[in-house]
């Protein structure tokens, strides 16, 4: 579907031109409001978080900042991988672009922007909308069970306590790996098309694809551990078990702050896990303030590379209109 508003005769159609202009109005409250969120945060937790970055050291907070965004890489590569396999092959540039701006809907209440954003970034790509939004749905699965899975790798070597308190967790494994089967993924996106009264549009996974994006997946989760051990690290010292514990503890916390759909990007339940599973480690008010840090870094890494994908996707379209004109 493209979005050029010049019918064949080259002229502006008025009701392409419209919608048009909607989806940019769209996009533009889509971006004021992440950008509110994200400030609303940063202005109110400012002083804890200056607090944590006296007590780090400037490597460990430059570390963790570029294994938060090659961690956001991986991601985007597994997303990329599972949209391909699915019928839709979108290039490195427009898929970074898509999955980048789009990470800003997770910081909107709602849990449901990200995927809402991606869905219509993608239009421009000729992505169908069922099929981007079931990606979109299917990453999140695959994510969650890579964690789980390097939370259950991790956790029992490390620390017993944050697995006890939030064993529950742990139940959601053998539903998402049923989610998760090819023959499953084809019956409950089919059905939940019919459900909604639209034609439905299986996904066809391949074992292939289905296991390139659980592979990124997992080397997203060994970017996260190094990014949240290196912090850990200058408050705890080194250790085998830093790692390990840094690692599980912070997939675990994610997984729950995802479950938890009602607050913005798992906030709040998030660092409750983390203080519970560092107390062996770190005091807790030490450790709060180390997953506060976690988030910001995280935070700044998602609007930095957000900003860098929308200029560079203004700089094509424009590259594009000038080569049309010519």
């Given at each position: 579907m493209s ?7 080259g002229l ?6 419209g919608?048009?202009?909607?989806r940019?109005?769209v996009?533009a409250?889509?971006l004021v409001?992440?950008?509110s969120?994200?400030a609303?945060?940063f202005t ?9 970055l006296?007590m780090l050291?400037?490597g460990a ?9 090659l961690a956001?890489?991986f991601s985007l590569l597994?997303?990329?991988a ?6 839709s092959?979108?290039?490195v ?8 701006i789009?990470?800003?809907g997770?910081?909107i209440?709602g ?6 954003a991606q869905?219509?970034l993608?239009r421009?790509h000729e992505?169908p909308a069922?099929?981007?939004a079931t990606?979109?749905?299917l ?13 259950s790798l ?5 620390s017993?306590?944050v697995s006890?308190?939030y064993g529950?967790?742990?139940?959601t494994?053998p539903?998402?790996l049923l989610?998760l089967?090819?023959?499953s993924?084809?019956t409950?996106s089919?059905l939940a098309?019919?459900?909604?009264r639209?034609k ?5 996974l391949?074992?292939r ?5 659980v592979a ?13 051990g290196v912090?850990?690290?200058s408050v705890?010292?080194s250790?085998?078990?830093t790692w390990?514990l840094s690692l599980?503890?912070f ?5 729950a702050?995802f479950?938890?759909v009602?607050a913005p990007?798992?906030a709040g339940v998030r660092?409750a896990?983390l ?8 005091p ?13 870094v995280l935070?700044v890494?998602?609007?930095v ?5 929308l ?7 424009s590259?594009a ?6």
């Amino acid at each position: 579907m493209s979005n050029d508003p010049r019918g064949p005769s080259g002229l502006p159609e008025p009701g392409k031109v419209g919608v048009s202009r909607l989806r940019r109005i769209v996009r533009a409250v889509f971006l004021v409001l992440a950008a509110s969120f994200c400030a609303v945060f940063f202005t109110s937790r400012w002083d804890e978080v200056r607090s944590g970055l006296d007590m780090l050291t400037p490597g460990a907070v430059v570390v963790s900042v570029l294994t938060g965004a090659l961690a956001t890489v991986f991601s985007l590569l597994g997303w990329r991988a599972l949209l391909a396999d699915a019928g839709s092959p979108v290039a490195v540039r427009p898929a970074a672009r898509i999955f980048l701006i789009s990470q800003l809907g997770k910081y909107i209440p709602g849990s449901v922007w990200t995927v809402l954003a991606q869905v219509e970034l993608a239009r421009e790509h000729e992505v169908p909308a069922r099929r981007s939004a079931t990606v979109s749905l299917l990453t999140l699965c695959v994510t969650t069970l890579a964690g789980l899975v390097a939370a259950s790798l991790t956790l029992p070597f490390s620390s017993t306590t944050v697995s006890r308190d939030y064993g529950w967790v742990f139940l959601t494994a053998p539903l998402l790996l049923l989610l998760l089967h090819p023959r499953s993924v084809a019956t409950w996106s089919g059905l939940a098309f019919r459900l909604l009264r639209r034609k439905p549009e299986p996904l066809l996974l391949s074992w292939r694809g289905l296991g390139a994006g659980v592979a990124w997946a997992m080397l997203t989760w060994a970017a996260l551990g190094v990014h949240f051990g290196v912090l850990v690290r200058s408050v705890a010292g080194s250790g085998p078990e830093t790692w390990s514990l840094s690692l599980g503890v912070f997939a675990l916390a994610w997984v729950a702050g995802f479950l938890f759909v009602v607050a913005p990007a798992g906030a709040g339940v998030r660092e409750a896990v983390l203080v519970l599973g560092l107390s062996s480690v770190v005091p807790a008010g030490a450790a709060l303030v180390l997953a506060l840090v976690s988030r910001v870094v995280l935070v700044v890494v998602d609007v930095v590379l957000a900003g860098v994908a929308l200029c560079l996707g203004r700089r094509s379209v424009s590259m594009a209109r000038q080569r049309s004109a010519g």
